[in-house]
């Protein structure tokens, strides 16, 4: 319960920073189609689709799951690796278009920040599996959803470095 | 389909893609996209190429 309670929170806080600066964007005239070029926006805007598909397919697979009593993993787990894996498929998909980051913005950064992500995610998921808080009653627990998190990072990170070693140079 | 007199036009002013991204506001891979006709640019962004270019709409964009 304190779990769910911490990380509805933290999901609260993080959507009222990104209202605040979206608002703060609109009123300094900074919007996002000033930001990202045409193509970038259709990428991106296909990539907001599929990952909004795949959170539909993987909830009614939850669904599925527990009203068919074969949920192997407790509440909130399968939501939040949902919600989670969907925002990597749309990072994934927006990076392998091209259209993840704006025409000034460089990725050095944003590649070292995922690396360490992954790390830290990582790190802290060995240690509960470690201490056994990853398993209860014969079911996967929420300290899961660090190895869920380092997945979705690692791939972002790997997108990243595959990109940037393919787009290299001029055609 | 390739747009070939894009690339010619811009090797002929001596660009490179990212001179010509970085001049009308997109990115690198967006120029690359039109160039190798995976992508059909909007009009308002055609003819900021053909600004940058010193050419006609008809010129880089027209069917032969």
Partial sequence: MEDALIIAGSMAAAFVVAMIFNIAGRKTGRQMDRQFDERQIIARNKAYMTGFFVVLLLMMADILLKMTGNAFYMDPLGELSAVLISIGVFAVLAIWNDAFLIPTQKPGLLILLYCVVTIERMIRFLFSLKNGECFSDGRLTLSCINGVAALIFFAVFVSFLIKQHSSGSED | ?64
């Avoid at chain 2, 967006?30 to 909007?42: H, L, W």
Wanted: glycine share 4%; charged share 30%.
């Fill in chain 2, 1 to 64: 389909m390739k747009n070939l007199k894009m690339k010619a036009a811009r090797a002929a002013k001596d660009y490179s893609q990212q001179q010509l991204a970085d001049i009308v506001g997109v990115t690198r891979q967006t120029i690359n996209a039109i160039e190798k006709g995976d992508y059909n640019p909007t009009i308002k962004l055609c003819l900021a190429i053909c600004k940058a270019l010193d050419k006609t709409l008809d010129e880089l964009f027209g069917e032969d």
